[in-house]
């Protein structure tokens, strides 16, 4: 199957080459300044939902570490370096391919935003999807390793997240109350 991706890859516009190397990243960039919007959302909403979308980045960070722990000891080659050609170029031989960091903060970060805000579902899971697919189409993971990175951040993250709403909620709460202080004193 990867073969096939990434000889099909090959044949498009060089444009759709560019969209899938750039959109890579950019995705990941999409992810962070949609949890900024979401917590300006949730800024004046219950302080439980602030900290939702406080500890979705907790979440999504500490599926990535779980995916690299994944990675020194699995150390899998990555798919590039069997002469095939790809777009992207490969990255050097001790970053391993499995599994796909990318798909893991996607799908992590889709996962929690979605817990602390239902209506981006419709945007961050094509999203996901997205960034997951541009990183076999440029030939730099096999289907596996996104597959596999989906799957860490989609349950690792949000679990992680919920763990830490309840401490973060009080820590949410204290420093609204100490805000509220500050401008009562001005």
Same mark, same amino acid.
């Given at each position: 199957?990867?073969?096939?991706?990434?000889?099909?890859?090959?044949?498009?516009?060089?444009?759709?080459?560019?969209?899938?190397?750039?959109?890579?990243?950019?995705?990941?960039?999409?992810?962070?300044?949609?949890?900024?919007?979401?917590?300006?959302?949730?800024?004046?909403?219950?302080?439980?939902?602030?900290?939702? @979308?406080?500890?979705?980045? %907790?979440? !999504?960070? +500490?599926?990535? =570490?779980?995916?690299? /722990?994944?990675?020194?000891?699995?150390?899998?080659?990555?798919?590039?370096?069997?002469g095939i050609a790809t777009i992207a170029h490969c990255p050097p031989p001790d970053d391993w391919s499995f599994p796909s960091n990318h798909s893991v903060i996607a799908a992590g970060a889709t996962a929690t935003l979605v817990l602390a805000w239902r209506a981006l579902a419709w945007v @961050?899971?094509?999203?996901? %999807?997205? !960034?997951? +697919?541009?990183? =076999?189409?440029?030939? /730099?993971?096999?289907?596996?390793?996104?597959?596999?990175?989906?799957?860490?951040?989609?349950?690792?993250?949000?679990?992680?997240?919920?763990?830490?709403?309840?401490?973060?909620?009080?820590?949410?709460?204290?420093?609204?109350?100490?805000?509220?202080?500050?401008?009562?004193?001005?």
């Amino acid at each position: 199957m990867y073969n096939d991706i990434v000889g099909f890859a090959l044949t498009t516009p060089d444009w759709l080459h560019t969209l899938a190397e750039v959109g890579t990243d950019a995705g990941l960039f999409v992810f962070a300044a949609l949890f900024a919007l979401a917590a300006l959302r949730a800024w004046r909403a219950p302080a439980r939902d602030l900290a939702l @979308v406080i500890a979705g980045p %907790a979440g !999504v960070v +500490f599926a990535y =570490v779980v995916s690299e /722990v994944i990675k020194t000891f699995v150390r899998e080659d990555r798919p590039c370096r069997g002469g095939i050609a790809t777009i992207a170029h490969c990255p050097p031989p001790d970053d391993w391919s499995f599994p796909s960091n990318h798909s893991v903060i996607a799908a992590g970060a889709t996962a929690t935003l979605v817990l602390a805000w239902r209506a981006l579902a419709w945007v @961050v899971f094509p999203l996901a %999807a997205f !960034v997951a +697919f541009s990183r =076999v189409f440029v030939g /730099v993971h096999y289907p596996h390793d996104v597959a596999v990175g989906l799957l860490l951040g989609l349950v690792l993250a949000p679990l992680f997240a919920l763990l830490l709403v309840g401490a973060v909620t009080p820590a949410v709460r204290h420093t609204r109350l100490y805000l509220a202080r500050l401008s009562s004193v001005r």
